[in-house]
């Protein structure tokens, strides 16, 4: 082996360049199962962010079902999932261009067909009712432009209807998780109302269903404004389970068979999460594996495991992976399948046999054969925050084989925070986090009071108090890793998306730790939150922030928009032109404000983008645009060219 060279931090050559990210990164989505056969999605920046949904048959040959320029996608609740399903080898799915549901015959020759006439509606969360013929899910009404979108749940005709499906269920705000019985003769959902979102308080509802398909009197099972119910599911006998915070964390439960009400399936309760928050409808943790045998997936300090559950005796087997993220957890006789990652391990679509504790890689988010020696492996932190509480994190260090830093020098630092912001963090290999640190920087991500996977006492730290608990918990990781020597006081950042920009935006304004900070469509207004978003999170901010608005001004004193006159660091602002979730002139107003004070400051829309970035050359621009911002700022020379953005405000490069 070489000597490492000797370059100061983050002035490192990386292997791990943008064009590698997007050129051999294939995000992977919702999984099905169809007997032997599995079914994903995945999304191809090469192909303009198009998610196109793939057949691996029992022989293990694969096919796509969705030639191009099929896009199976769904905007409702404008985030998505859920977005098909796939029964006795016919699959029908969402198209994201028209919102009509389509439908592909096996291998029958042609494109798909539609089976719904063209109207401003929008399905996901799909279910076969194979007795009845016919799919039932979430429908999204948008006809009428004067009322907020209608959200009922619908049987659709699987062989085609013009009318757009009948309506089984409405009166909530909305609906999630429409599941059959095995015999076919009940129908349980999860529905919510404003202002809860589904972490705060659902309701878990059956139904019978009549011989004219329509749907009985209903029976409350569970739920309610202060419980969170999520993934409702039927045992092989027709008894139905679902995960609950009732006990503080989402734990695993069943609707007693004799009448005997709700009863835990664990043993004894856990401190440790078997559900997530519902922003993608369509999750799914959890599923039976056989008559008394429940596969899951469960979350205990931020990382997740797989394991199986004994319905009889409530015992829960850990089984040995290298995962530390998995989600779309499906079930087969014996078998799991569920998008899985690791630190080391790319996301992947991995097939677990149960009873051997083995696994199998089906289809990996990417080929790129990485050195160990390039990658940084998460640490996870607890760190000392206000109030006397303790919040958690993930460190990754600064890790490049081929190089070192002069001695003395400590690195930069990258403060980084999930979105939502009722979200968590994951650790499982992250080639955009490793794009950073294999260039010489450190990057914590934060799992701030707010997060999921530390119990529900920890998620409500948010209440009331975003833009404070999520900002003073990234300023006191900040802190800590500096108090300790580990990075340079003098060059710490903070970068975000969305919930998390705002965090970034919020920092920046009203806190003095930060040097530097990138948004990627952030909010920097919260008052136009309440009145430029979409139905799914228009009353969230009265849990985060207050009723609104009856509490304006906390509004005003929580949006960084207002109090530029505060900032004293550089930032860089990232933005999809077409984004409905955070508008961009919420990034233009920023800019502007942050220009007019004369300080450094960079504004890069993307054109055709959304909330997230899909398209390659967007991640690129993203990326390279973050870096190069780091290093006129911070000073340090770049050991390849990358296309210069305009930073206003900074004297051009010599």
């Not at 979409?534 to 009856?550: M, N, Q, T, V, W």
């Not at 933005?575 to 450094?600: H, I, S």
Request: charged share 20%; proline share 8%; glycine share 12%.
């Amino acid at each position: 082996m070489n000597d490492p060279r000797t370059a100061p931090y983050g002035a490192w050559r990386s292997p791990i360049t943008a064009d590698l990210i997007v050129a051999d990164t294939v995000p992977l989505g919702q999984i099905a199962v169809d007997g032997d056969t599995i079914c994903w999605s995945e999304t191809r920046a090469s192909e303009e962010g198009r998610s196109a949904i793939v057949r691996r048959g029992p022989d293990g040959a694969t096919a796509e079902l969705t030639p191009a320029p099929f896009n199976a996608r769904t905007r409702v609740h404008e985030y998505g999932g859920g977005a098909f399903v796939v029964a006795g080898g016919t699959l029908w799915f969402s198209n994201f261009d028209d919102g009509r549901l389509y439908r592909r015959d096996g291998d029958a020759d042609g494109p798909p067909r539609p089976i719904a006439a063209e109207a401003l509606l929008r399905y996901a969360d799909l279910t076969m009712d194979a007795p009845r013929v016919r799919l039932i899910g979430v429908r999204e009404d948008h006809s009428n432009p004067d009322r907020e979108a209608v959200n009922t749940l619908v049987a659709v005709a699987a062989d085609g209807d013009p009318a757009g499906g009948v309506v089984l269920v409405a009166g909530a705000d909305f609906y999630a998780a429409p599941r059959l019985s095995p015999d076919g003769g009940r129908l349980a959902w999860v529905s919510w109302s404003h202002p809860n979102m589904p972490w705060d308080g659902t309701e878990l509802w059956v139904a019978p269903i009549g011989d004219d398909g329509a749907l009985g009197a209903a029976a409350l099972v569970a739920g309610g404004a202060n419980e969170s119910v999520f993934q409702p599911e039927w045992s092989p006998d027709g008894v139905l389970h679902f995960v609950s915070d009732r006990s503080g964390w989402w734990n695993l439960y069943r609707d007693r068979a004799d009448g005997g009400g709700v009863e835990p399936l664990l043993a004894a309760p856990m401190a440790a999460e078997f559900g997530q928050p519902l922003w993608l409808l369509g999750i799914t943790t959890y599923g039976f594996a056989g008559p008394t045998t429940i596969a899951c997936a469960v979350t205990e300090g931020g990382q997740w495991r797989l394991a199986t559950l004994d319905t009889i005796t409530g015992v829960l087997t850990p089984i040995a992976t290298p995962f530390t993220e998995i989600d779309s957890l499906k079930t087969g006789p014996g078998w799991a399948v569920a998008r899985a990652g690791g630190p080391r391990h790319p996301a992947a679509i991995v097939r677990f046999d149960l009873a051997a504790g083995t696994w199998q890689e089906i289809r990996s988010s990417s080929d790129v054969a990485l050195d160990p020696g390039t990658l940084s492996v998460p640490r996870p932190i607890a760190f000392s925050t206000e109030n006397g509480l303790t919040a958690h994190a993930f460190y990754y260090p600064p890790t490049n084989r081929d190089y070192a830093a002069p001695a003395g020098e400590r690195p930069p630092l990258l403060v980084q925070s999930h979105g939502g912001p009722t979200s968590g963090t994951s650790t499982e290999l992250d080639l955009e986090v490793q794009f950073w640190t294999s260039r010489g920087f450190g990057v914590l991500d934060v799992n701030y009071g707010g997060s999921t996977g530390y119990g529900r006492a920890y998620r409500q730290r948010l209440d009331g108090q975003w833009g404070v608990v999520d900002v003073d918990d990234c300023v006191n990781g900040a802190r800590f890793l500096a108090d300790r020597g580990e990075v340079d006081p003098a060059r710490l950042a903070i970068r975000g998306w969305s919930a998390s920009g705002y965090t970034t935006l919020a920092a920046l304004t009203f806190r003095d730790v930060f040097q530097a900070g990138a948004s990627h469509f952030g909010i920097s207004d919260l008052e136009t939150m309440t009145r430029d978003t979409h139905k799914f999170e228009s009353r969230y901010l009265d849990r985060l922030i207050g009723p609104y608005p009856a509490m304006a001004d906390l509004y005003r004193e929580r949006s960084p928009i207002h109090f530029t006159d505060r900032l004293s660091a550089p930032m860089i602002l990232f933005q999809g032109l077409e984004d409905k979730v955070v508008p961009p002139d919420q990034a233009e107003a920023m800019y502007e404000a942050v220009r007019a004070k004369g300080l450094p400051v960079a504004y890069v829309p993307f054109a055709g983008e959304q909330h997230g970035f899909r398209r390659a050359e967007s991640i690129i621009g993203a990326l390279e645009g973050e870096l190069y911002f780091y290093a006129r700022v911070f000073g340090f020379d770049l050991p390849d060219p990358i296309a210069p953005i305009d930073i206003a405000n900074l004297p051009a490069a010599g």
